[in-house]
């Protein structure tokens, strides 16, 4: 229903558009199947009336509201396409800076707990949408490792410049 929406906002109002949806044990035109179906059951669809019917459209009057009808691939219509959204994915690298805690950063409950506490900020920033933070273990398996003082030093020396 949300991506019958989404298309509705794009269309006119009543508009049919072709979803690239065909008859070849119905699937899609990228070629994946699917078990999802829509179809207008109260139209009797799909039901090849004029045996050339081997694409899918979603129909978008009062009565319909998206659910979909066979046609001949030939009709001239609109076609929606549908593409997933671009996947962006960031390494950071945390430092902590407290030097005493009694916190063992690698136990997996701190962990989830920090992971926890970034996603909050990224959404206090403004970052929305579906916000997937995960760990890089090591080849030890940990996570967090004391820095050592040559690191340190190098470190320290970046930031100033």
């Given at each position: 229903?949300?991506?019958?929406q989404k298309?509705?906002e ?7 558009v072709w ?6 044990s119905?699937?899609w035109?990228d ?11 109260a139209a009797?669809e ?15 009057s ?6 979909w ?6 009709w ?16 950071v ?5 407290k ?14 707990d920090?992971?926890?506490q970034f996603k ?7 970052v ?17 490792h ?8 190098t470190?320290?020396k970046?930031?100033e410049?």
């Amino acid at each position: 229903m949300g991506e019958n929406q989404k298309v509705t906002e794009l269309l006119p109002s009543g508009q049919d558009v072709w979803i690239g949806f065909f008859r070849d044990s119905w699937k899609w035109s990228d070629g994946s199947n699917s078990s999802f179906r829509y179809w207008n059951e109260a139209a009797g669809e799909p039901n090849n009336s004029d045996w050339n019917e081997d694409c899918a459209a979603a129909v978008f009057s009062s009565s319909s509201s998206g659910k979909w009808e066979d046609w001949p691939c030939n009709w001239r219509r609109a076609f929606i396409c549908y593409s997933v959204l671009p996947v962006s994915k960031k390494v950071v690298r945390v430092r902590l800076m407290k030097k005493s805690s009694s916190l063992d950063l690698n136990d997996p409950a701190v962990m989830e707990d920090i992971l926890r506490q970034f996603k909050q900020k990224l959404k206090d920033e403004g970052v929305d949408g579906d916000v997937q933070l995960s760990w890089k273990k090591q080849s030890d398996g940990k996570v967090f490792h004391k820095e050592k003082e040559t690191e340190k030093k190098t470190t320290k020396k970046k930031d100033e410049l």
